[in-house]
């Protein structure tokens, strides 16, 4: 019995923890140093341009902020890296079609006088799945360096504190990418 609770409470946090999981990327120039990035700043006229609210914009940019700050950097007004974003959302729709065979005792159509038959149920949810780019440019070269991107479920704007953490999530599993592995 033991077994089976514990089973069952393994399932249920497996299937929360993969819904609020962020699926994470990064692609970056091998023929750079990374080791020689030491400041960075916003490049205003790229995160000017993103499509989501300047309250989102602030709490992402306060979020790379901390991460490159904890990772050693420094803000600068001359800086070696310039730090922008993209955004992307989209719509998605699950539908779960369930079909049963079998005999029940209330249905009398179907295969036969004994009540054998065939039973359908669909369920339909839909959530919005939001991507984040986060892009590092060789301020000196104006080249892209390093992007990485994340995507995940976006959470509802009516709790602000939820929207905040899954914004400093999104950052926080994006920016651990950075710097790049260089194999």
């Given at each position: 019995m033991k077994?089976?609770?514990?089973?069952?409470?393994?399932?249920?946090l497996f299937l929360v923890s993969s819904c609020a999981s962020v699926k994470v990327s990064s692609d970056y120039d091998k023929q750079k140093d990374f080791n020689q990035y030491k400041t960075f700043a916003f490049y205003k006229k790229g995160i000017d341009k993103v499509d989501i609210s300047d309250l989102d914009k602030r709490r992402i940019l306060r979020a790379v902020e901390a991460d490159l700050l904890a990772k050693g950097f420094t803000k600068s007004e001359n800086p070696d890296l310039l730090?922008?974003?993209?955004?992307?959302?989209?719509e998605k729709i699950n539908v779960y079609n369930n079909r049963y065979y079998?005999?029940?005792?209330?249905?009398?159509?179907?295969?036969?006088?004994?009540?054998?038959?065939?039973?359908?149920?669909?369920?339909?949810?839909?959530?919005?799945?939001?991507?984040?780019?986060?892009?590092l440019i060789d301020a000196k070269k104006k080249e892209l360096a390093w992007q990485?991107?994340?995507?995940?479920?976006?959470?509802?704007?009516?709790?602000?504190s939820k929207k905040e953490t899954r914004i400093k999530e999104f950052v926080t599993e994006i920016m651990a990418e950075y710097p790049p592995v260089i194999e």
């Open positions: 077994y089976l609770k514990l089973l069952s409470v393994g399932v249920v730090v922008n974003i993209f955004t992307k959302s989209r079998g005999w029940y005792p209330w249905y009398y159509g179907g295969f036969g006088p004994y009540g054998f038959g065939m039973g359908a149920y669909s369920n339909v949810t839909s959530s919005t799945e939001g991507t984040l780019f986060i892009d990485g991107m994340g995507t995940g479920a976006l959470v509802s704007s009516r709790d602000i």
